[in-house]
């Protein structure tokens, strides 16, 4: 009787430390959503043309996607630059997961073609904001969700 009830004791205490081995060796976060941080540059004496592209053009096509559960949030920030080559402008767009990515740029052509009808009405769109800004650059950032 002692001997069956030793097997299941140790047999108990092993379940135990694996348990606990297991736990230890899990990641202490899991992955959030994803977000695009863009960096602009407004030219000089185009800060307020680029805003009132942003909220009212841009601020259109962003909510399209986030309409269309694509986006689930977008966000305009003034920043403070540094030097003459900083961002004065920040964009960003979080995303679900990364699939959220996949033909994001169809997507975005569909969506500017119900702004502009055409591929030349949206190429000369570009061509004039270009006059507005520079773009300085862009990150994917994956958020971490502390357990």
Do not use: C
């Not at 205490?13 to 230890?24: F, R």
């Not at 202490?28 to 941080?37: C, D």
């Not at 033909?103 to 570009?126: F, H, L, V």
């Amino acid at each position: 009787m002692i001997k069956p009830l030793s097997t299941l004791l140790a047999a108990a205490v092993l379940t135990v430390a694996m348990q606990v081995a297991s736990a230890a060796d899990e990641k202490p976060y899991t992955y959030g959503p994803i977000v695009n941080v863009s960096y602009v540059k407004t030219k000089p004496g185009q800060f307020d043309a680029y805003i009132k592209y942003v909220a009212t053009t841009y601020k259109q096509l962003m909510e399209e996607e986030k309409k269309a559960g694509y986006v689930l949030s977008w966000s305009v920030y003034s920043a403070q630059p540094h030097s003459a080559s900083d961002a004065n402008v920040i964009l960003t767009t979080t995303y679900k997961n990364w699939a959220a990515l996949d033909g994001i740029g169809d997507r975005i052509e569909a969506a500017q073609k119900k702004i502009w009808t055409t591929r030349a009405g949206i190429s000369k769109a570009q061509v004039d904001r270009e006059a507005l800004r520079e773009v300085l650059g862009s990150d994917n950032v994956q958020q971490l969700i502390l357990k």
